[in-house]
């Protein structure tokens, strides 16, 4: 019995080597392995060497330039400054003050003056005076009359005295009646084919070249006739 037990001893000692060797040899594939060596870098196309451990995934590359150059550069075109050299406000678009008017003296350089006849007061002219300028003219005063052989200036009748002088915008008339006579049987009476119109400064004087007029036929005048000033219509310069 001692020798069997010894056997079997024997015979367990053997088959517990055994059993230690396959699993140093040959269990591997169940048990735990080691991790070996890191994957190699594998080659692209270009020669670079790409790892093949995964990634984290990449940010967009800003634009050139930091985002603060970028938000301070100021954009060009016709929705940014215009052409990109006017600015936001432009001065030229506000109406620029209109230039003071020109004026001057209502003259023969910037008139004409035509007389005629009418059939309303009887023995009345009327004197007609156009601007043929290109700007505004003061018709100062009255027109100061000279009839041929007449030895001094027509009287002016002073009652006529606008409230204004006349200013004419190019185009527009003024006129003056002419009384030729007074009360019948009062003066000498004197005919004229020809009258003189001088026109009056503003300080009152009057300029040397006078506008010369035929008259109407059979014209005739004494010492107690009149001139009104310059009206604005021909029914007030007719009304005295």
């Known amino acids: 019995m001692r020798t069997n037990r010894i056997r079997t001893t024997a015979l367990a000692a053997t088959a517990l080597v055994a059993a230690l060797s396959l699993t140093a040899c040959g269990g591997g594939n169940e048990g735990t392995r080691s991790a070996g060596p890191a994957p190699a870098a594998a080659s692209n196309t270009?020669?670079?060497?790409?790892?093949?451990?995964?990634?984290?995934?990449?940010?967009t590359a800003p634009p050139t330039g930091t985002p603060a150059e970028n938000a301070s550069t100021p954009a060009r075109g016709k929705h940014a400054g215009g052409n990109g050299n006017e600015t936001a406000?432009?001065?030229?678009?506000?109406?620029?003050?209109?230039?003071?008017?020109?004026r001057t003296a209502c003259t023969t350089a910037n008139t004409t003056v035509t007389v005629t006849e009418v059939t309303r007061p009887i023995n009345h002219l009327l004197l007609t005076l156009k601007n043929t300028g290109s700007g505004l003219c003061d018709a100062y005063y009255a027109p100061r009359l000279g009839f041929d052989g007449a030895q001094s200036v027509f009287p002016i009748l002073e009652d006529s005295k606008p409230q204004a002088v006349v200013t004419l915008a190019p185009g527009e008339e003024a006129y003056a009646g002419i009384g030729l006579t007074?009360?019948?049987?009062?003066?000498?009476?004197?005919?004229?084919?020809?009258?003189?119109v001088h026109f009056a400064k503003r300080n009152g004087s009057t300029y040397d070249?006078?506008?010369?007029?035929k008259l109407p036929a059979e014209t005739y005048w004494d010492d107690n006739g009149f001139v009104t000033y310059w009206q604005s219509d021909r029914a007030t310069a007719l009304t005295f």
Do not use: F, V, Y
């Not at 406000?89 to 020109?102: F, L, Q, R, V, Y």
């Open 182 to 196: 007074g009360e019948p049987g009062q003066g000498t009476l004197h005919k004229s084919k020809n009258l003189s």
């Open 89 to 102: 406000h432009s001065g030229t678009e506000k109406a620029a003050p209109a230039a003071a008017t020109a």
């Open 209 to 213: 070249t006078p506008a010369k007029l």
């Open 46 to 59: 270009d020669g670079k060497l790409e790892s093949t451990a995964p990634q984290t995934p990449e940010t």
